[in-house]
C-alpha cells in the first residue's frame, strides 16, 4: 500500500516556464488537496476537492489550477512559474467522514 | 489573518520531561483539531485528534487538551523522547475536511 506518491520530488524551474507536480493515492480516498509550506507559515492550502470532477479553490489558488479526472489522481499545474512559487508542495487525501489526512513526501520547487 | 496560531517557534526539553506544545484559533465552526509530527524531508504524520465536543483525547504518551472558551488547545507529550524531536503542526478542520495549519513549533528533546 502506496498511500499518497508524489512526482518529482525536486524540481528546478526558471521563470515563465509551466510544469505539473503530480499526485496519486492509492486508498480510495473521496477528498485530495495541495498544500504549500513556506518558513514561519506553516501549510497553506491551494486546492482542494471533494470527489471526481469536482475541485474548489483553498487559501491561495492563484497561479494554480487542477483537475480530478480520477479518485486516484489529483495534479497541481504551475501555468507561469513565479520565483514566489519556490516552496515545498504537499499533496493530501483524506476519507468521507475521516479526521485525519495522509500526505505525500513533498515535492521541493525552487523557481529561479 | 491567522485562523490558527502556535506562538512559539521553537521549544527545548530535556528527555523524560513533558513537552507542551500549544495552538490557539479564531474559528469557532472548527469541528476537528489535529496535530501532525514533520521531520525533515518527509511529509506531515497524523499524531493524534481532538472533536470540539471533547475537552482531552490520550493515546499513550501523547495527550491533547481543549479549551473551547478560551479557544486554545495544547499537547503533551509525557515523558519527552529525543525521537520527538520534530516540527508539530496544529491543525482545525473546516468544511469539506479542509485543514487550516498553524506555522509550526519545532521540538528539540535532548538527551
Known amino acids: 500500500n502506496a498511500g499518497v506518491t508524489q512526482t518529482p520530488k525536486f524540481q528546478v524551474l526558471k521563470t515563465g516556464q509551466s510544469m505539473t507536480l503530480q499526485c496519486a493515492q492509492d486508498m480510495n480516498h473521496e477528498y485530495m488537496s495541495w498544500y504549500r509550506q513556506d518558513p514561519g507559515m506553516g501549510l497553506r492550502l491551494i486546492h482542494y476537492?471533494?470527489?471526481?470532477?469536482?475541485?474548489d479553490q483553498g487559501e491561495v489558488p492563484n497561479g494554480y489550477n487542477v483537475s480530478r479526472s480520477t479518485t486516484e489522481d489529483f495534479p497541481l499545474r504551475l501555468l507561469s512559474a513565479a520565483p514566489s512559487q519556490t516552496s515545498v508542495y504537499f499533496c493530501?487525501?483524506?476519507?468521507?467522514?475521516?479526521?485525519?489526512?495522509?500526505f505525500g513526501q513533498g515535492t521541493r520547487l525552487t523557481v529561479v | 489573518d491567522q485562523q490558527v496560531k502556535q506562538n512559539s517557534p521553537s521549544l527545548s526539553v530535556q528527555e523524560g520531561r513533558i513537552s507542551i506544545l500549544n495552538c490557539d484559533y479564531t474559528n469557532s465552526m472548527f469541528d476537528y483539531f489535529l496535530w501532525y509530527k514533520k521531520y525533515p524531508a518527509e511529509g506531515p504524520t497524523f499524531l493524534i485528534s481532538i472533536s470540539s465536543i471533547k475537552d482531552k483525547n490520550e493515546d499513550g504518551r501523547f495527550t491533547v487538551f481543549l479549551n473551547k472558551s478560551a479557544k486554545h488547545l495544547s499537547l503533551h507529550i509525557v515523558p519527552s523522547q529525543p525521537g520527538d524531536s520534530a516540527v508539530y503542526f496544529c491543525a482545525a478542520r473546516s468544511i469539506g475536511n479542509k485543514l487550516v495549519f498553524g506555522a509550526g513549533t519545532i521540538l528539540r528533546v535532548k538527551s
Open positions: 493530501a487525501s483524506s476519507p468521507r467522514g475521516g479526521t485525519e489526512a495522509f
Open positions: 476537492s471533494v470527489g471526481a470532477g469536482i475541485t
